[in-house]
């Protein structure tokens, strides 16, 4: 990597005003179609010049610019944008990688009692700091976020995506029975904890705020109306859950709710279905449902490390594309043992392996980036290299360590070599992490 113009980025602080990256630009123009390799969908300009002003893309050229611009050489590196993960929970990184059990035995054993120290204002800002940073080494720069039921936990995890530019996506979590002491709240002071946050937070810089549903079981009917009226109230307004994850949590909410259709009729009466919703899981669907989805325009967050390390199941991404609606892909960390979304397109290929399906890396890579923004009503803003986007951008290695680098050396056309490169990345493959143009690693 070498700088011309005498100027380098000492700090993330000190971007220039106007500055090119060079390397192998890829992203896409439009959804690939499944099982296409070869895809008019995928955009490639290898060897290539991005332009950056003021944070934004204004523009891709193969000649290099004159000498008005701050030039940075990453020429024979990958260069995407920024990846965004869809669910992922901020406060269960110390629980990644534990032990033996199924989705509700390990809420109780593990995720709850991480949760409840983010009460401390210390320890949820210093928990988003390191959160978001660890993202950042991953190469994920926007984020759709579940903290914890502690009011605390969302005002951090907001302020430090301010401080670095960072697109995120969270709201405190709603949780008022099923759950230990002093991971509950309760419905009117829930509500006045939301509408607090939606005034200070929502639509201020990058930040927008999510009503967070735990999950249909950890709240009262009362609790989901109450969520589904703040949705109603300001269309402008995310919604993040789970559902139909695990088959025994799917069997809790038929006896906890036994009037609805389904798990999603749960949310679908209350009004916490819609375009903005992001629905994380989403594998013990029914036709009903998934029809459900395709209508509101929700999306299924698909979470494949997590479903494979919980044992949770097999989603079935081709029939959520037959059915219409939107697939993103998340790490559900601490469910997934990992921040990195490479590794978890590996992991989404063993997934529909295993049903029989063949996962391209482009449907892989275009759910992580350009298909997530455009699932999030936000493709105007990132998810791809095009000219008016946020500069949200990462430089990849093709091939880190020898074995990568072996295959890499004999792959015969661009798909091939995407594919290696999907299954053997991981962080330590990233060269370099923009955010609005800053770098941020």
């Given at each position: 990597?070498?700088?011309?113009?005498?100027?380098?980025?000492?700090?993330?602080?000190?971007?220039?005003?106007r500055w090119a990256l060079r390397g192998d630009?890829?992203?896409?123009?439009?959804?690939?179609?499944?099982?296409?390799?070869?895809?008019?969908?995928?955009?490639?300009?290898?060897?290539?010049?991005?332009?950056?002003?003021?944070?934004?893309?204004?523009?891709?050229?193969?000649?290099a610019p004159d000498d008005s611009w701050v030039?940075?050489?990453?020429?024979?590196?990958?260069?995407?944008?920024?990846?965004?993960?869809?669910?992922?929970?901020?406060?269960?990184?110390?629980?990644?990688?534990?032990?033996?059990?199924?989705?509700?035995?390990?809420?109780?054993?593990?995720?709850?009692?991480?949760?409840?120290?983010?009460?401390?204002?210390?320890?949820?800002?210093?928990?988003?700091?390191?959160?978001?940073?660890?993202?950042?080494?991953?190469?994920?720069?926007?984020?759709?976020?579940?903290?914890?039921?502690?009011?605390?936990?969302?005002?951090?995890?907001?302020?430090?995506?301010?401080?670095?530019?960072?697109?995120?996506?969270?709201?405190?979590?709603?949780?008022?029975?099923?759950?230990?002491?002093?991971?509950r709240d309760d419905v009117a002071q829930a509500?006045?904890?939301?509408?607090?946050?939606?005034?200070?937070?929502?639509?201020?810089?990058?930040?927008?705020?999510?009503?967070?549903?735990?999950?249909?079981?950890?709240?009262?009917?009362?609790?989901?109306?109450?969520?589904?009226?703040?949705?109603?109230?300001?269309?402008?307004?995310?919604?993040?859950?789970?559902?139909?994850?695990?088959?025994?949590?799917?069997?809790?909410?038929?006896?906890?709710?036994?009037?609805?259709?389904?798990?999603?009729?749960?949310?679908?009466?209350?009004?916490?279905?819609?375009?903005?919703?992001?629905?994380?899981?989403?594998?013990?669907?029914?036709?009903?449902?998934?029809?459900?989805?395709?209508?509101?325009?929700?999306?299924?967050?698909?979470?494949?490390?997590?479903?494979?390390?919980?044992?949770?199941?097999?989603?079935?991404?081709?029939?959520?594309?037959?059915?219409?609606?939107?697939?993103?892909?998340?790490?559900?960390?601490?469910?997934?043992?990992?921040?990195?979304?490479?590794?978890?397109?590996?992991?989404?290929?063993?997934?529909?392996?295993?049903?029989?399906?063949?996962?391209?890396?482009?449907?892989?890579?275009?759910?992580?980036?350009?298909?997530?923004?455009?699932?999030?009503?936000?493709?105007?803003?990132?998810?791809?290299?095009?000219?008016?986007?946020?500069?949200?951008?990462?430089?990849?290695?093709?091939?880190?360590?020898?074995?990568?680098?072996?295959?890499?050396?004999?792959?015969?056309?661009?798909?091939?070599?995407?594919?290696?490169?999907?299954?053997?990345?991981?962080?330590?493959?990233?060269?370099?992490?923009?955010?609005?143009?800053?770098?941020?690693?």
């Amino acid at each position: 990597m070498s700088f011309t113009n005498q100027e380098k980025f000492a700090s993330a602080d000190e971007a220039p005003r106007r500055w090119a990256l060079r390397g192998d630009l890829l992203d896409f123009t439009a959804a690939p179609r499944w099982g296409d390799t070869e895809s008019p969908a995928v955009r490639f300009d290898r060897d290539h010049w991005l332009l950056i002003e003021d944070g934004r893309i204004v523009g891709r050229q193969a000649q290099a610019p004159d000498d008005s611009w701050v030039r940075k050489d990453h020429a024979g590196q990958l260069v995407l944008p920024g990846f965004i993960d869809t669910h992922v929970h901020c406060p269960q990184l110390e629980v990644i990688a534990s032990y033996g059990t199924e989705l509700l035995d390990w809420l109780q054993r593990y995720t709850f009692p991480a949760e409840r120290a983010f009460a401390d204002p210390a320890r949820s800002h210093a928990g988003a700091a390191v959160f978001l940073d660890a993202l950042l080494a991953s190469g994920t720069t926007a984020a759709v976020v579940f903290p914890t039921v502690h009011k605390v936990s969302a005002e951090a995890l907001f302020t430090a995506a301010a401080a670095r530019g960072m697109r995120l996506i969270t709201g405190k979590v709603l949780m008022d029975r099923h759950a230990p002491d002093g991971l509950r709240d309760d419905v009117a002071q829930a509500e006045r904890d939301c509408v607090d946050l939606i005034d200070r937070f929502h639509g201020q810089g990058r930040n927008a705020y999510a009503v967070t549903v735990r999950f249909a079981p950890t709240s009262t009917p009362e609790q989901l109306a109450m969520a589904g009226a703040l949705c109603r109230a300001d269309a402008s307004l995310f919604m993040q859950t789970h559902v139909a994850e695990n088959r025994a949590e799917v069997a809790w909410v038929a006896q906890l709710f036994p009037d609805a259709r389904s798990y999603l009729d749960v949310y679908e009466r209350v009004g916490l279905v819609h375009e903005r919703a992001v629905l994380a899981h989403g594998i013990w669907l029914d036709a009903v449902d998934k029809s459900l989805l395709a209508r509101r325009g929700a999306q299924v967050a698909h979470c494949p490390s997590s479903n494979l390390f919980l044992g949770s199941g097999l989603f079935d991404w081709p029939g959520a594309q037959e059915a219409g609606f939107p697939v993103s892909l998340a790490s559900d960390v601490g469910g997934g043992t990992t921040l990195s979304l490479p590794r978890n397109m590996g992991d989404a290929y063993k997934v529909q392996a295993l049903r029989g399906e063949r996962l391209t890396a482009w449907v892989a890579l275009h759910a992580a980036t350009r298909g997530a923004a455009e699932a999030l009503h936000l493709g105007g803003e990132m998810g791809s290299l095009s000219p008016g986007c946020m500069a949200d951008l990462c430089v990849w290695d093709w091939a880190h360590g020898p074995v990568a680098e072996a295959r890499d050396a004999v792959a015969r056309e661009l798909h091939e070599r995407v594919f290696a490169w999907m299954t053997l990345a991981d962080e330590r493959n990233l060269a370099a992490c923009y955010v609005a143009g800053r770098q941020q690693v």
